[in-house]
């Protein structure tokens, strides 16, 4: 799975190594080119060798291949754009030295015809997240995910997450940094926290959800709103400075409050123009009356789709609110499974 070179999007061009527009460290491409010869040398196909993924300086990460994630086959690219934009929020606030993202590449293997994300390397604690409850913290040690949940295992030393941190954790989830699981959770030996993990987690959601026709009936914001808490609701379960916690809880709330009264006011508007706009074309002619009779159609199916958007919202709240993470996961297979109702819908529109 992958896009070949020649559909990459002009907007990569300033991450892709070897381009004029790319900025990245100088021999940068030619370390990652010995990388991919010494393997090939050695007569192994690169798939079938699990430290690929490592070498003296980056991190090689290529598409994802026999998996069962939901993705879609560029997905894997648009690492190097969330962690600009992660970057850009870092700078403007003013949190260079609580916060860390590695500078990253996309790199072109001509043999493969395949591209693959470079991340720079940088240097890691042995340090682990804390858990504000022992009950999550017994669930998360039985099972078998490694990373993060296994150091949690050994027994590595735990640190908090500062108020300043956990806040800006909470605002990038607002962003579409979203995957806040604990396996994402790192700090340098510095003490920053470490975003590594850059895969848009809604990119392949909102691709299947908001595509053609569909993207004019389903909310892209609401979306990101709700995937948001769900990114906030995980990431309170590993707030044990009851300050941090606050100010998660803070950003939280004001998000929600934010996407609801944006999707109330969507509906009012929608509802004044068919109520007194509309009415007013109403009567000139039968092909008028007929496409008048089609937009109200339309316009009430996206009246009930912003209405369950901001149920959807009210909910996620809700169930993060109360700690529900499994009612809270639950509501991403809903959507999917409304989604396909609306599209019956549309078709037969």
């Known amino acids: 799975m992958g896009i070949a070179l020649s559909n990459l999007p002009p907007k990569f061009n300033q991450h892709l190594l070897g381009h004029s527009e790319c900025k990245a460290p100088v021999g940068l491409k030619e370390e990652i080119d010995q990388v991919f010869q ?35 086959p560029d997905t894997h690219l648009y690492r190097v754009r969330k962690a600009l934009k992660i970057q850009k929020y870092i700078s403007e606030n003013g949190l260079n030295d609580v916060m860390e993202v590695p500078e990253k590449y996309i790199y072109y293997h001509s043999q493969e015809d ?142 929600a409050l934010w996407s609801m009264a944006k999707l109330t006011a969507k509906i009012i508007l929608i509802s004044l123009f068919v109520f007194y706009a509309l009415p007013a074309f109403s009567g000139t002619s039968l092909a008028m009356n007929s496409i008048l009779t089609a937009a109200k159609i339309l316009l009430f199916i996206k009246t009930l789709v912003l209405f369950n958007n901001l149920f959807s919202i009210g909910l996620a709240w809700n169930f993060s609110i109360k700690g529900d993470m499994y009612r809270l996961n639950k509501l991403d297979d809903t959507a999917l499974l409304i989604s396909e109702i609306y599209r019956e819908i549309v078709s037969c529109i």
Not at 128 to 155: C, D, F, T, W, Y
């Open 114 to 255: 395949k591209l693959y994300v470079i991340s720079k390397k940088i240097e890691l604690s042995n340090e682990i997240a804390s858990i504000n409850s022992p009950h999550r913290e017994e669930i998360l040690k039985k099972s078998e995910r490694m990373g993060q949940v296994q150091a949690l295992r050994e027994g590595k030393p735990k640190r908090d997450f500062t108020p300043i941190q956990a806040r800006a954790l909470a605002e990038l989830a607002s962003l579409g940094y979203t995957d806040l699981n604990y396996n994402n959770l790192f700090f340098t030996k510095d003490g920053k926290v470490a975003i590594l993990d850059t895969e848009p987690f809604t990119r392949a959601c909102k691709k299947s959800l908001c595509d053609g026709l569909m993207g004019y009936f389903i909310d892209k914001t609401a979306l990101i709103a709700q995937q948001a808490i769900e990114g906030t609701a995980r990431l309170k379960l590993f707030c044990k400075n009851s300050k941090a916690l606050e100010a998660v809880v803070m950003v939280e709330r004001n998000n």
């Open 38 to 72: 010494d393997f090939l040398c050695n007569s192994c196909s690169i798939e079938e060798k699990n430290n690929i993924r490592e070498c003296v300086n980056s991190i090689i990460k290529g598409p994802r291949e026999d998996d069962d994630t939901f993705t879609t």
